[in-house]
């Protein structure tokens, strides 16, 4: 199964209502990542957040990471209609060879209705 | 700001054709990440280059092939090109290997009809 699993796996709100998605993953982490994908087009890098940090703010946005328990989430507050997307946590591997790579959950798809 | 270019955008082949995907890493980042993500899906990890060395490997079949030149440039090269290849597939480029974000190309959506 993968590495991340995102849940929910999409996501209908207002827009001004606060969204959340949560990630849980398997293996030890060096950082987590989220990022967001429009339809059909790149991945824009939004926050990452180390394993020796709990919670992290980016403007509207905020990450929690508990070790303990391998999960994170991601919290966009006062949603706007612009934030429709899909979201996508990633981890990158603590050491070893594959230091650097990525691996990505299945995403939450998340539509913000004017 | 440069960003990671990617090119051709969309790519239209046939079965048992190949193609070639190009990527400009943004200048003076020297680690290359490619990935395949099939519609609905997630981006899985292709191969990755560190230094114009090969540093990682993942689900890359063994009709494709890709490498890192002088200039940091990378190219993904499929042979034998089956209709499951259908997919974006992104580059990612990242000053070293450690600890930050990547910024990912616009990707490249391969069409194998």
């Known amino acids: 199964s993968q590495q991340g699993e995102e849940d929910p796996q999409a996501l209908s709100i207002q827009e001004g209502e606060n969204a959340t998605m949560n990630c849980s993953y398997k293996?030890?982490?060096?950082?987590l990542q989220w990022y967001r994908q429009n339809s059909g087009r790149g991945l824009v890098h939004l926050i990452l957040?180390?394993?020796?940090?709990r919670e992290k703010h980016s403007g509207r946005l905020r990450v929690t990471l508990d070790t303990s328990k391998k999960s994170s989430s991601l919290l966009i507050t006062a949603s706007r209609a612009a934030d429709t997307a899909s979201y996508f946590c990633?981890?990158?591997?603590?050491?070893?060879?594959?230091?650097?790579?990525?691996?990505f959950g299945q995403g939450t798809i998340l539509t913000v209705h004017p | 700001a440069a960003g990671v270019i990617q090119s051709p955008r969309h790519l239209i082949k046939e079965k048992r054709e190949t193609a070639t995907l190009k990527c400009y890493p943004i200048?003076?980042?020297?680690?290359v990440y490619w990935y395949q993500q099939g519609p609905g899906q997630d981006p899985q990890f292709l191969i990755s280059?560190?230094?114009?060395?090969?540093?990682d490997k993942g689900s890359i079949p063994d009709r494709f092939s890709a490498q890192q030149f002088s200039d940091y440039h990378s190219e993904l090269n499929m042979s034998s090109l089956e209709l499951g290849d259908s997919a974006l597939y992104f580059c990612?480029?990242?000053?070293?290997?450690?600890?930050?974000?990547?910024?990912f190309g616009s990707g490249t959506r391969l069409t194998v009809v």
């Open positions: 990633a981890t990158a591997p603590a050491g070893g060879t594959s230091y650097g790579k990525l691996t």
């Open positions: 293996t030890s982490i060096n950082n």
């Open positions: 957040i180390r394993s020796n940090e």
């Open positions: 200048p003076r980042h020297d680690t």
């Open positions: 280059f560190y230094e114009k060395m090969q540093s």
């Open positions: 990612a480029s990242q000053r070293g290997q450690f600890l930050y974000g990547y910024t």
